[in-house]
């Protein structure tokens, strides 16, 4: 199990923007970024993030979260998964406890 220092390092770390927009074209609109969402086919872009908030929302199919969501939608991962996609790309070491019998 991925320590809770660990998660919250990579959410820190993980710049949604950055996560997004390895798979995403994003333009700025406002205070948001926007391009076209990567879970649904549209031709007028619906997918927002906001930096500010770290997070990002389709108004078209109503999908939303945070980048590590994000990693988990579109690469189809577990949390741990996505959790460990993130760490990889900010190289950050991942620390795990192992549960024993009685912690279960």
């Given amino acids: 199990m991925i320590t809770g220092?660990?998660?919250?390092k990579i959410k820190e770390t993980a710049r949604i923007?950055?996560?997004?927009?390895?798979?995403?074209h994003l333009k700025k609109r406002g205070s948001s970024l926007i391009g076209n969402c990567p879970f649904h086919g549209e031709k007028t872009p619906s997918f927002h993030v906001s930096v500010s908030k770290g997070i990002y929302k389709c108004f078209g199919c109503g999908v939303a979260g945070d980048?590590?969501?994000f990693v988990m939608e579109h690469e189809k991962?577990?949390?741990?998964e996505a959790l460990k996609f993130l760490a990889n790309?900010?190289?950050?070491?991942?620390e795990e406890t192992v549960e024993s019998a009685q912690d279960v």
Avoid: Q
């Fill in 67 to 69: 980048s590590v969501r």
């Fill in 89 to 94: 790309k900010y190289n950050i070491e991942v």
């Fill in 77 to 80: 991962y577990s949390y741990p």
């Fill in 17 to 24: 923007e950055e996560v997004v927009g390895d798979f995403v």
């Fill in 5 to 8: 220092e660990t998660i919250e």
